[in-house]
């Protein structure tokens, strides 16, 4: 190859320059500093002699990226790692709820069992235990067996302790006037959520 062709070739870049010394011929696309007549990158950055300490300000950029990622990447983890420890707790919960419940619903009662009331449960000697409508307070000293809680049923048949009874009452006084007024709900069903300012 003719040196005067290799010297003007001398601003090619690195790999082309190469291939040429090695009498192989490779096209490259054409570099256009203004493609379409637009600069896309500015010209002093390109052109200046690059200064070493830019390279570091770069890595310790790219590093310190890293570290942010990770770290919104563990926020967010322990709020899902939150998130399923509580729903651990309430699986657990419901089911002891569950098996209370059950096991109430299978204790002995010769009345007809209605939502809304009070049912006292009492234990004989023999182990069975029974409902009664009658309070330990009513039977006053001649209560003939012990005593082991006093429980209200629900519309959904389930059973609350008496102790917990004013807060669920509270609950669900809640809910029915939730129920019983439908603005709670945007009228308008569409992904934008119009009607929530409505």
């Given at each position: 190859m003719l040196t005067g062709e290799l010297e003007a070739r001398r601003t090619?870049?690195?790999?082309?320059?190469?291939?040429?010394?090695?009498?192989?011929?490779?096209?490259?696309?054409e570099t256009s500093t203004a493609p379409s007549g637009m600069e896309l990158v500015s010209s002093y950055q390109t052109n200046r002699v690059g200064d070493p300490m830019d390279l570091v300000a770069l890595a310790e950029q790219v590093q310190k990226g890293d570290d942010f990622v990770k770290a919104n990447a563990c926020n967010k983890l322990t709020v899902i790692a939150d998130q399923i420890r509580y729903l651990q707790e309430q699986a657990k919960k419901v089911l002891e709820e569950a098996?209370?419940?059950?096991?109430?619903?299978?204790?002995a009662c010769n009345i007809v069992k209605k939502p809304g009331n009070m049912y006292y449960?009492?234990?004989?000697?023999?182990?069975?235990?029974?409902?009664?409508?009658?309070?330990?307070?009513?039977?006053?000293?001649?209560?003939?067996?012990?005593?082991?809680?006093?429980?209200?049923?629900?519309?959904d048949m389930s059973w609350t302790p008496v102790d917990e009874v004013e807060k669920r009452d509270a609950e669900l006084a809640v809910m029915g006037k939730l129920l019983s007024h439908q603005t709670a709900l945007p009228p308008y069903t569409g992904p934008n959520f119009r009607g929530l300012d409505e």
């Open positions: 090619a870049v690195p790999w082309e320059l190469e291939a040429i010394e090695h009498s192989v011929v490779v096209n490259l696309v098996k209370r419940d059950a096991d109430l619903h299978h204790a449960l009492y234990q004989r000697p023999s182990g069975q235990k029974y409902f009664s409508i009658i309070s330990p307070k009513e039977w006053g000293p001649s209560c003939p067996h012990p005593f082991l809680g006093a429980f209200k049923l629900q519309p």
